[in-house]
């Protein structure tokens, strides 16, 4: 786990991130579609891609497919 491994001086400025993605995409035919400064990531591709989001249930079916409770009890000595 990195967290545990590295300190925050080994991680680069987001504005390092975004110098080097700038530099990389144009050399694979892509470009900087994003970026998230609190994260330190850029996102790198031809384009963005909008994905339809499927809509919310609300409630849960009554039988989820598990089992009822069982009630065990320790024999009496």
């Known amino acids: 786990n990195s967290r ?4 925050i001086e080994n991680m680069p ?16 035919g ?11 990531v850029a996102l790198i591709g031809r384009e963005m891609v ?3 989001l ?5 409630e849960l079916p009554k039988d989820l497919g598990i089992a009822k409770p069982q009630r065990y009890m320790l024999p009496q000595a």
């Open 54 to 58: 499927p809509e919310k249930v609300r």
């Open 50 to 52: 909008p994905i339809t």
């Open 13 to 28: 400025y987001h504005q390092d991130i975004l110098d080097f993605s700038n530099r990389l995409a144009p050399l694979v």
């Open 4 to 7: 545990n491994n590295l300190t």
């Open 30 to 40: 892509r470009e900087v579609l994003s970026d998230r400064r609190e994260s330190r």
